[in-house]
């Protein structure tokens, strides 16, 4: 008998848990109201959880809690009554993604296991590695792996490892993509993504969903996982309907369970063809099956999730007349599409009318309908299905609760939670004026000499292959090898691993001791040599006190705060004791969108969203990285940041399009606090959702 992965399934609401756990499912994932990464959800309360605990015990299923939201710095108290709750209902695992809670949870609820959720952009093996000495038990691997390089590094790990196997796909590599924050304060990272890759663009006379993927489905890979060391294979759909979750995981359910190769064969054939009965965009099985991009994205069609079942035709008063494609029946789950590409909140059919004004149950495909809704829709959108009817929620919780003794949640008291806050965030002695600090960050080895000569105090160059072969051959002197450091880059394949470990070993011997970091892996690269100087980089993501006190603790000097940060969340870190090692990015030009996939597009020229907002693409190390058509500033704003008493201060001219402002003209702007040009304050004036 061959070794069964743990098969996962999501549940967004009751409804969809029930499905899971009837039709087969060995694990539930799940969030709670708050700090869940699927905001939009409607997710559980505590007193929710402790009593679906205990029936999913009872039935054998594991629950595991999605707390993988990104926790904003005045957050945490929240966040300390949800651990305690957590500890007392006690789920299989919290699936998480910032530091803060592994700091938390390690140090003050360590009966909760922690697996790090995709969003912490693990993507090698040495990732794997510092989550697991972060106290990870589990970590979900990044949706751009192929089966090989999920094999690898399964070789070179012993934490147990988890893969997405089916469901919807991101454009942009989780826990990099900026675009629905920047655009507009909605953080994918906090769960409130408003998915601008799902947007129809125009490039000169081309119009397309160049951005949007179709879906996940590694169905015909199941047998060959089954022989690898994946602990569990995760179905992405904390948004979908309870009919698709018990479709999809029956699907699973049957090729997990068959044993020999023609069992398997049968299985495949008949889980293949429940899954034409679930909606979904066009299927692939993405990366995980090493296909490219062709037949990943659908920029031809809007790659909606569900069947495409009616066209809104005219809207008159509170009656909309529908275009029938496909059956429409009463209890239907339908999401509109605007005809730029845009998905708006899903709607549950309520009532349908004919042409004479008679109710009915269910509209045929080639017929037209009424539909009655209190959701304005507009003429010429579509309406797709993404599921139907389900048992009402409260005949679902009355079957949970029969026989099923409910856990009691408990609250710390005020002074615990207290004691826990000052350990984070108790004021610093603001009478002691330090030293202002800048750091310079460039991309090419060229930039290096004006860089070295700036007043900057510390000067990182971008530690890629080129740079680093490139440097290796020069030489500095004293006060430069002091100054001068190397940036690691967000994404370093598992390939790659070998050779950084050993480029990165050789140039500390070298002297080189200055190092940011800016993925979880780069903290096992690095090691722990000594007089290292290690600097969390702003692609680390930390905006709250005990995110910040897990990188000091792993020996970081100083944090650059997550480039999401609001002005209110400066202002309440100001007042910590901890302010003083925190850095503040004053410009950048960061990607939007950085991705393995390229798109069909001219990467050499900029393409228009349906708001006429530019987007800048670009492709690097055979990736797409997509830019804003201005950069991040807060340059203007250093005379309100210094009177924060803030004194770190960070400048990256690396990143950006081709065109951009040179590091001089950027190093002019700080000595006058000024810009030159178009600039975006990001999330500065925004309030933390």
């Given amino acids: 008998m061959s070794f069964k992965p743990e098969l996962l399934a999501p549940a967004g609401n009751v409804e969809s848990f029930f499905a899971a756990v009837e039709n087969g499912a060995d694990a539930v994932y799940l969030g709670l109201k708050k700090f869940s990464a699927r905001a939009t959800a409607s997710n559980f309360t505590l007193g929710e959880l402790a009593t679906i605990v205990p029936f999913a015990h009872k039935r054998g299923v594991r629950v595991y809690v999605a707390l993988n939201s990104q926790i904003a710095s005045g957050e945490l108290a929240e966040l300390i009554d949800a651990l305690d709750g957590l ?37 090698n093996s040495s990732g794997v590695r510092a989550l697991q000495g972060m106290g990870a038990s589990r970590v979900v691997l990044a949706r751009e792996l192929t089966l090989e390089e999920i094999e690898k590094i399964s070789e070179n790990t012993r934490a147990e490892l988890e893969i997405f196997i089916h469901g919807a ?43 949007s993927c179709g879906d996940l489905s590694g169905l015909p890979l199941v047998p060959k996982l089954k022989r690898t060391k994946v602990a569990g294979l995760k179905i992405e759909g ?7 979750i018990a479709g999809v995981v029956r699907a699973y359910r049957l090729v997990l369970d068959a044993e020999s190769a023609e069992e398997e064969k049968k299985a495949l054939a008949d889980a293949r063809e429940l899954l034409t009965l679930n909606p979904s965009r066009r299927l692939s099985s993405g990366r995980l099956g090493n296909v490219g991009a062709s037949e990943i994205l659908t920029p031809s069609r809007s790659g909606s999730n569900g069947l495409w079942s009616a066209t809104v035709k005219s809207v008159s008063a509170n009656r909309v007349l529908l275009d029938i494609r496909h059956t429409v029946a009463k209890g239907d789950r339908l999401r509109p599409e605007s005809s730029a590409g845009k998905e708006e909140e899903a709607f549950t059919v309520s009532q349908l009318f004919d042409n004479s004004g008679t109710s009915i149950p269910a509209a045929q495909a080639g017929t037209a309908a009424y539909l009655a809704v209190s ?89 890629t292959k080129q740079n680093l072969e490139r440097i290796a051959k020069q030489r500095f002197s004293p006060p430069q090898m002091k100054k001068l ?39 096992d690269l690095v ?3 000594r007089g290292l100087r290690l600097f969390a980089g702003a692609r680390l993501n930390l905006r709250n006190g005990a995110a910040f006190a897990q990188v000091f603790e792993m020996g970081c ?21 901890l302010r003083s090692r925190l850095a503040v990015t004053l410009y950048c030009w960061p990607p939007l969108f950085t991705s393995c996939l390229v798109p069909p597009i001219h990467m050499d020229r900029p393409f228009l969203s349906p708001r006429k907002e530019y987007y800048y693409p670009t492709t690097k190390a055979g990736r797409a990285e997509i830019y804003a058509d201005r950069p991040l500033s807060w340059l203007e704003q250093l005379p309100i940041l210094r009177s924060l008493g803030y004194r770190r201060f960070v400048i990256d001219a690396g ?35």
């Fill in 87 to 123: 500890a007392s209902v006690n789920p299989d695992g919290l699936i998480v993604q910032d530091a803060g809670i592994f700091h938390l949870v390690r140090r003050r609820y360590p009966g909760l296991k922690l697996h790090a959720s995709t969003l912490a952009a693990v993507h």
């Fill in 527 to 529: 090691g722990k040599a």
């Fill in 485 to 523: 450091g190397f940036s690691l880059q967000p994404i370093l394949l598992e390939k790659d691993v070998e050779y950084f470990s050993a480029a990165v070993a050789w140039f500390i011997k070298k002297g080189f001791l200055l190092w940011e970091l800016n993925n979880w892996g780069h903290f």
């Fill in 238 to 244: 904390r948004m979908k309907p309870a009919s698709w």
């Fill in 655 to 689: 990143e950006g399009p081709a065109k951009r402002p040179g590091l001089n003209e950027v190093l002019k702007g700080f000595a006058a606090s000024r810009t030159r040009g178009g600039y975006s304050l990001f999330n500065f004036e925004r309030r933390p959702e």
């Fill in 375 to 463: 959701k304005p829709l507009k003429p010429g959108e579509k309406l797709f299905k993404l599921g139907t009817k389900s048992e009402p929620p409260t005949v679902i919780w009355k079957k949970i609760k029969d026989g099923v003794h409910s856990a009691v949640v408990r609250k710390s008291p005020p002074s615990l939670r207290r004691e826990i806050l000052d350990e984070y965030e108790k004021s610093d002695d603001r009478g002691v004026r330090e030293e202002e600090k800048l750091t310079v960050k460039v991309d090419s080895p060229g930039d290096l000499v004006e860089a070295l000569q700036s007043s900057a105090s510390m000067v990182f160059l971008s530690a």
């Fill in 557 to 577: 000097e100083s944090a650059v705060l997550s480039l999401e940060t609001t002005r209110v969340e400066l202002e309440q870190l100001a007042e910590q004791k």
């Fill in 169 to 211: 796909l991101c454009y942009s590599y989780s826990g990099l993509c900026l675009a629905s924050s920047f655009r507009g304060g909605r953080s994918g990272l906090r769960g409130e993504c408003v998915q601008p890759c799902r947007l129809k663009f125009r490039q000169g006379g081309k119009e397309g969903f160049f951005l």
